[in-house]
């Protein structure tokens, strides 16, 4: 049973550019959270997409945003990219089990991005 | 707003030893999960339990033992006889119960474990 798959593993990029990361979700889970953990520090929430859409979103700028696809698959993108960007971004899942009810939070291994 | 505590940034112990991780959280909501995930060098962060706001039953698993305490705001963890492969990164995480909401995970600021042989 794999769990959430993520990649690229590792990323340097130049301020000011673009960047796109990848997540697969454990097998039979439908909703993908995203998170920015930046060194020393405990995980920041950033956005949840649920069905496609984005559901819930944390305190960060327009310059983050992101997609999930039909196979519940999600990429998170991060425009004009500065040198605070730098940190590892760990992508969640878990599964909507009905009235409210979901299966606990699984994390990938993360992608570490170096911005330079 | 939600908050997550962990007062202790380090903890160092001798393999053997028993170890107890603090953690405090404050929310407003009625309901919520309480996570403990570890977080070794590799980065991935492991899920060790969830507790919901209504079970304050203590858990033991392993060396694994969580107390929740509803009245104290606090979940604290207990590695007892602790081994080396227990050296992580430990956060404690809230999250609101809800349907729309759960997924959004305020996390604590971690606590450095390093067990010596």
């Known amino acids: 049973d794999a769990g959430v798959t993520q990649s690229p593993t590792h990323l340097i990029k130049t301020r000011g550019q673009q960047v796109t990361l990848r997540c697969s979700p454990k097998s039979g889970h439908d909703t993908v959270s995203w998170y920015q953990q930046a060194l020393g520090q405990g995980p920041q929430f950033i956005f949840q997409?649920?069905?496609?859409?984005?559901?819930q979103r944390g305190n960060f700028p327009d310059r983050f945003s992101g997609h999930q696809f039909p196979n519940y698959s999600s990429e998170l993108n991060v425009n004009a990219l500065l040198l605070g960007d730098s940190a590892l971004y760990l992508c969640?899942?878990?599964?909507?089990?009905?009235?409210?009810?979901?299966?606990?939070?699984?994390f990938g291994n993360g992608t570490r991005l170096t911005v330079t | 707003a939600q908050k997550v505590t962990q007062a202790q940034t380090e903890i160092s112990v001798v393999e053997k030893e028993d170890v107890t991780l603090d953690c405090v959280y404050e929310t407003r909501d009625t309901t919520y999960y309480l996570f403990w995930y570890k977080q070794p060098p590799s980065g991935e962060l492991v899920f060790l339990i969830r507790?919901?706001?209504?079970?304050?039953q203590n858990e033991i698993s392993g060396r694994y033992s969580w107390n929740f305490q509803k009245s104290t705001s606090s979940f604290n963890f207990t590695i007892t006889a602790s081994q080396v492969v227990d050296s992580a990164v430990y956060f404690c995480?809230?999250?609101?119960?809800?349907?729309?909401?759960?997924?959004?995970?305020?996390f604590g600021q971690g606590t450095i474990l390093t067990v010596h042989p």
């Open positions: 507790r919901n706001s209504f079970d304050e």
């Open positions: 969640a899942s878990t599964r909507s089990l009905g009235t409210g009810v979901h299966s606990p939070l699984h």
């Open positions: 995480a809230l999250s609101e119960a809800g349907g729309t909401s759960y997924g959004k995970l305020t």
């Open positions: 997409y649920y069905e496609e859409e984005e559901r």
